[in-house]
């Protein structure tokens, strides 16, 4: 069976703080993708990051990086000098065929 | 470039009353469809989902049903609505082809249901 967790529920930072968002993926398949998805207080779903299950180099975009770890199952994702505009609930879904499963979502707050 | 269009943008419909979501999308063939639900506060929750014209595969047994009836249009229906149906409902389209699941999702704007 496959699983997907998201470790925090809610994360609270002040603004300009780095903050990392842990997800972990237990599942017995060799080749798999896994996604990061940001949802803003408008609800809509913004495609952020596809990383693949060989790849575990490090990802940095901007203020935004990814460390995936084969051997812990873990897909963290780093905001680095936080911003107001970062809140919103954050999710990574792990995918390996038709189907993409999210996990249950980390809300972000940054306050100013 | 690929557009997809969801409406209605909030609905509020009594219990009871019949649904109709419709979902579409521009500037791709034969793409995967979804529909997914999100409880107030909650996850994403796979309802459906569509490889083909006709082909639907449901994902969690319950009071709605869906169709597609067209290569780029994804419908999600109910006879009869109830409490337990409110959410916010995502539509999302991938490529297809990609068995091993390495495309990713894009959705559209949502459809916020209230039921009463």
């Known amino acids: 069976a496959q699983k997907v967790t998201q470790v925090q529920t809610e994360i609270s930072v002040v603004e300009k703080e780095d903050v990392t968002l842990d997800c972990v993926y237990e599942?017995?398949?060799?080749?798999?993708?896994l996604f990061w998805y940001k949802q803003p207080p408008s609800g809509e779903l913004v495609f952020l990051i596809r990383r693949n299950s060989f790849d575990e180099q490090n990802e940095i975009s901007g203020r935004y990086s990814w460390n995936f770890q084969k051997s812990t199952s873990s897909f963290n994702f780093t905001i680095t000098a936080s911003q107001v505009v970062d809140s919103a609930v954050y999710f990574c879904?792990?995918?390996?065929?038709?189907?993409?499963?999210f996990g249950t979502g980390t809300r972000l707050q940054v306050f100013p | 470039s690929q557009t997809i269009h969801q409406w209605p943008a909030t609905l509020v419909q009594p219990v009871g009353s019949p649904l109709s979501l419709e979902c579409t999308v521009e500037?791709?063939?034969?793409?995967?469809l979804y529909w997914y639900r999100q409880a107030a506060g909650r996850g994403l929750q796979l309802l459906f989902y569509s490889v083909g014209i006709g082909q639907i595969s449901s994902e969690v047994p319950q009071n709605l049903s869906a169709s597609r009836p067209q290569d780029r249009q994804f419908i999600l229906s109910s006879k009869k609505l109830l409490l337990s149906d409110s959410g916010f409902y995502l539509c999302?389209?991938?490529?297809?082809?990609?068995?091993?699941?390495?495309?990713?999702?894009?959705f559209g704007n949502g459809t916020r249901l209230t039921v009463t």
């Open positions: 599942t017995r398949d060799t080749t798999y993708y």
């Open positions: 879904a792990p995918s390996n065929t038709d189907k993409l499963i």
């Open positions: 999302a389209w991938r490529l297809s082809g990609t068995g091993l699941g390495n495309s990713p999702l894009h």
């Open positions: 500037g791709t063939s034969n793409p995967n």
